[in-house]
């Protein structure tokens, strides 16, 4: 009779619900195998580059220039020419997971290619997944895995939804970041965002106000639309600490000074995002070129709003 192999031990790992205390319990060598990018490293290389730009990396393999196209994998090599171009102007990646998960498995490994490659050449640089994820608590736990263990990215763009037990696994993770999706800036964000309650609370406001109690400015962000305008000082009167991570400025036409005149606090708080206006700003085999040209205009915008706010 053949023996039934016994079961392999299992590897403890925190529950949705763990305080930072146990993680640390559970997981004691974190600290030491994934990097970190707390609020004053932020701080400091925002002040330091005078910027507080995020560039986007929506690589669309049918937008690449042909330069590219006869390598192994195209979208990690246009990656790596757009980051080397762009790294002294920023302070932030953002890739969104939707375009490399589009290519199947060759996609997702030029998003680990680029995440590793970033963290190696420029690890003072902040890297966002843009995945918005978000579900009950244990499949939200394994989304928190991947992303913070197997990736080591330093934030997560995540769905409020679901309510606290959805959001809460992300939290577990020391010296890593929840980026909660709060006021958008697509058309169909009134659909929900913009209702009110009885007593004139929106919904924005409800999640804003609600989440706060979940996390902290040390380890939350949110997401807010640059095409909100003043409603910036609507965020702000809720959460004025915390960094905004500001998507529509560029190509869907949102205003970075009206951003920063409501949108910024003491710390700067906020990291502006730009994609298509930078990536796709050349397509010809000069497109890094062309990248470092728009990145460099938006730091410099941005340097002259530091400095306007008495920031730099």
Known sequence: MLAVPSAPKAICRPSFGVTNALF??????????????????????????????????????????????????????????????TADYCVAYKPNLA?????????????????????????DQFVIADAKRGDIGNT????????????DVDALTV???????????????????????????????????????ADGERLFEKVLRRSMEWGTADNMMYVVGATRGAMFADVRKIAPDHFLLV????????????V?????NKDCGLLVNSSRG????GGGDDFAEKAAEAAKALQMEMAGELHAAGLA
């Open 99 to 123: 375009f490399y998960e589009s290519m199947g498995s060759k996609g997702v490994k030029a998003f680990e290619r680029t995440v590793a490659y970033i963290k190696e050449r420029y690890p």
């Open 278 to 281: 930078i990536i796709y700003a």
């Open 24 to 85: 640390t319990h559970f997981l004691p060598n974190f600290a030491d195998k994934y990097t970190h990018m707390d609020r004053a490293k932020l701080t400091s290389q925002i002040f330091q580059k005078k910027s507080f730009l995020c560039v986007g990396l929506d690589t669309d393999m049918r937008k690449l220039p042909e330069c590219v196209l006869g390598v192994e994998d195209p979208l990690f090599e246009f990656n790596k020419a757009i980051v080397d171009a």
């Open 247 to 258: 998507p529509g400025v560029g190509v869907q036409g949102g205003s970075l000074h009206e």
């Open 159 to 197: 769905a409020p939804y679901m309510g606290r037990d959805s959001v809460e696994p992300f939290l577990g993770y020391e010296g890593k970041w929840v980026v909660l999706l709060a006021l958008t800036s697509n058309a169909g964000s009134a659909d929900f965002q913009l209702t009110a309650d």
């Open 140 to 151: 939200s736990a394994m989304y928190a895995r991947s992303f913070f263990e197997e990736n």
């Open 260 to 264: 920063c005149k409501y949108g910024m």
